[in-house]
DNA sequence: AAATATTTTAAACGAATGTTTAAAAACTAT
DNA sequence: ATAGTTTTTAAACATTCGTTTAAAATATTT
């Protein structure tokens, strides 16, 4: 029986990560996997069987880590707004650690729609109900203005994640380093706080 | 002397165009446009050179089309409130018309950043300048939040744009059709409205 | 130490890639 | 109609693609 857990191919699925998340799928080749892994191109294909596999391998671990964060926020049982707060606190985080990661997702999901889908839709479900269920009771409550987590978390990820996106763009146009950069984020996020929260809870400040 | 105008290479240009929109540079064949515009293969390489040369010009189409729309309502003489409300409409529009071309367009920059960022640099400036002085002369009168346009801008377009990013996803996911997916879009773009100028206009509800 | 299993390698595979060629077809002008 | 120009075509080009092979190197077990 084989026992697969070498150095080998950890050091391949790492470095495949990082390419595919720089040139996409379509653009990455199994040679550019194996010079980044430092390793014989054959390998590639002895451990993970075709360029597509390793791809979906990766694929569903970058979406489980951009998903999953987010869904144990959603879980806790806090308050609204402190969760809306924890929700982008926690997404700006992801960001700054994996600036690539929603393009890469979007456009991975964009080119082929009909695979990767059904991995994005039970992550879905369960990030919608919850929060779903949580401003639909406050809302009956009148103290939230009455708005579906279908509007809710794209003002969030979009305001926020979009900066995010067009990262190196933002960078060379503006003559930025990466602290410069950080601080600019940082702001945008309190900005995206304040800008969600106030919409949301229309009586205070 | 050669006269370029024939239907032949608008017919490639158009093709190319719409499979570059979906499947991007590094995912289109020379073939796929060929088949698309149903011609000979032949031809792409007769009336543009290259399969990167018609890419630029593409591209440099789309990216005019994404920054001429919002930069000439920046160049109206209008007030803050009705020009935000302006931008955010018009938008909406494209969107509408390409849901493609801002994930295009970021991917394309994302991948090859030397080449496309100069086309991008002069509508960045243009976009900016104006709205960046029009957004501090109003702070200094205090009737609007102290905003920058940087981050201004990613409000807007980011949670406006992010829907029409995941437009595929969010379509099969919820199960909508080209109707309702425009029902939903166009609440959205409401909400943005009121999210963003609540926001930058503390007094008014 | 010998035998077996696993990992790594260099080389090659056929298929697909962007591009070019040279001739045929279509068009324009004389 | 004829000559000259432009457009279109089928075929092939060299290169790169993902993948496979079979042997060498390494590790593991007996």
Sequence with gaps: ????????????????????????????????????????????????????????????????????STLHILDQPIGLREKIIAIIEEDYRLMKQEPSLVLFIMTEIHRDCEKLLPEMSRYKEAMTKKLAEQLREEASHGTIRALGVEHLLPMILGSLQFIFMSKNMHMKLHGLNEAQFEEYTEKHKNHVIELVTNYLFPSSS
């Design 1 to 68: 029986m084989k026992c697969i857990n070498s150095s080998s191919e950890e050091k391949i699925k790492e470095a495949a990560k990082s390419v595919f998340l720089k040139k996409g799928f379509a653009g990455t080749t199994a040679r550019d996997i194996a010079d980044a892994a430092g390793m014989n191109i054959a390998l590639t294909n002895y451990y993970f069987r075709s360029k597509e596999r390793l791809f979906v391998e990766i694929f569903q671990d970058l979406l489980a880590l951009y998903c999953t």
